[in-house]
């Protein structure tokens, strides 16, 4: 039977190939299916949304249709009852979506429900429950040691045996796009004085997130092969960091204002499920990690996922994210070994990305060699930190089925005058 033509869609994308109407290498394929949370100039109440190839598919309204028995879960203006719905779900609605959006035939009823994503402004796809940063990437660490700790190791002496991490602050996680504003504070001069006053060293970090959907018990643990239970999925983070403030601040208990004024996640939430073709091996641990953080011989949760960092438009790092040290997997088991539980929404985050060559590393302390070496832009100026009116862009793309590319989005942030 043919389709008849019902007139021209709005939506590229949703038309351009034949059986499935997206295109098979769009990084929003069919292959990707991230949600996210949306409003329009017509609907200001949020809606959520799944991204088809250039558009987004209206869940909201859709799921009556798609997928009746859970419209409950599209209702509340955010994902949280979807994360909180647990892995056998997202599993079955995921492959009703599939369906759906794979027969031409339900082209026509589809099509209405589609929303240009040039429409749509996207929203904080969840509430954050927790949020915690961990960094669990050597060469960062190493890195970091050896600018900030010269002529000590570069790594501290728990690092290989631990993911080293902290507690950050979940009420300044931001959807991409919120400007961030240069925070204020305390920070000591070369020469010994503390004063206040507005950062001159603020950096982002190129990282990922991974976000919890089904939430623990007080006292449980969970073990390296409860991750797929409890992770939904994964989205980009930058952790926006003002380095003078953290140096004076975090001896002895960690970061705190310096990381605090804000944290930017990218607006869609990739499923756990899309990442399947971007397993690896992680690195050989070097010593063997006590039992509950070992892997070895496990379902291996490395991930092939490539990082990249743009300022003002240019491309100035790709961050390989495969060479982790410490896997997501590894880092909830350790979050919950003392017992401590898990809630719907809690996000924790990998550390900053770096791979060993220069142009893979995740931060600009890193980039400039904490301003010794200061980036040179397109245009001719130099960058040791950021400035006023830069905006940074982080995305990144994981390899998916059948040579496919799965994009994770992008989370942008640009730099306001204290
Ligand atoms: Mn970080």
């Known amino acids: ?57 209206d869940l909201t309204a859709a799921s009556a249709t798609l997928v009746p028995e859970h419209v409950a879960l599209f209702r509340g203006g955010n994902l949280d009852a979807l994360l909180a719905a647990g892995r056998a779900t997202w599993t079955a609605i995921r492959t009703a979506l599939t369906c759906w959006l794979t027969d031409e035939r339900h082209a026509e009823v589809l099509a209405p429900l589609l929303v240009p994503v040039t429409d749509a402004t996207m929203r904080l796809p969840f509430t954050v429950a927790d949020y915690v940063d961990f960094s669990s990437c050597e060469q960062h660490a190493t890195n970091l040691g050896r600018i900030l700790r010269p002529g000590q ?6 690092w290989r045996h631990l993911p080293v991490g902290y507690h950050g602050r979940a009420g300044t996680v931001v959807v991409s796009g919120t400007p961030v504003s240069r925070p204020s504070g305390q920070h000591r001069l070369p020469d010994g004085i503390v004063v206040f006053g507005p950062s001159s060293a603020l950096d982002f ?20 092969t409860g991750f797929a239970d409890h992770v939904f999925g994964v989205c980009v983070v930058n952790d926006w960091s003002a380095r003078d403030i953290q140096a004076w601040e975090y001896v002895p208990l960690g970061p705190l204002l310096g990381k605090s004024f804000a944290t930017s996640i990218s607006p869609w939430v990739v499923p756990l499920d899309a990442l399947g073709a971007a397993r690896i091996r992680p690195p050989v641990r070097d010593p063997r990690p006590l039992p509950y953080l070992d892997d070895t011989g496990a379902e291996p949760w490395g991930l092939d996922i490539t990082l990249e960092v743009r300022l003002n438009g240019e491309l100035i790092s790709r961050p390989p994210f495969g060479g982790m040290y410490w896997t997501a997997a590894q880092q909830l088991a350790h979050l919950t070994i003392n017992g401590a539980s898990l809630r719907t929404g809690d996000l924790f985050a990998s550390g900053a990305v770096s791979g060993a060559a220069p142009d893979e590393r995740g931060s600009l302390l890193e980039l400039s060699w904490n301003d010794s070496a200061p980036l040179t832009l397109a245009d001719g100026s130099t960058r040791g930190f950021l400035a006023d009116g830069d905006e940074v862009s982080i995305t990144a793309t994981a390899p998916g089925p059948e040579g496919t590319t799965v994009g994770l989005g992008e989370v942008r942030g640009r730099i306001s005058p204290s």
């Open 1 to 57: 039977m043919e389709l008849v033509e019902a007139g021209p869609r709005q939506v590229t994308g949703w038309t351009e190939t034949s059986r499935t109407g997206v295109a098979a290498d769009h990084a929003f394929g069919l292959h990707t299916l991230p949600y996210g949370v949306f409003t329009d100039a017509t609907r200001p109440q949020p809606r959520i949304g799944v991204a088809v190839g250039d558009a987004i598919l």
């Open 205 to 224: 970090e190129a990282e990922l997130g991974f976000v919890v959907g089904t939430p623990s018990a007080l006292g449980q643990s969970i073990p390296l």
């Open 153 to 158: 190791p570069a790594l501290p002496a728990n």
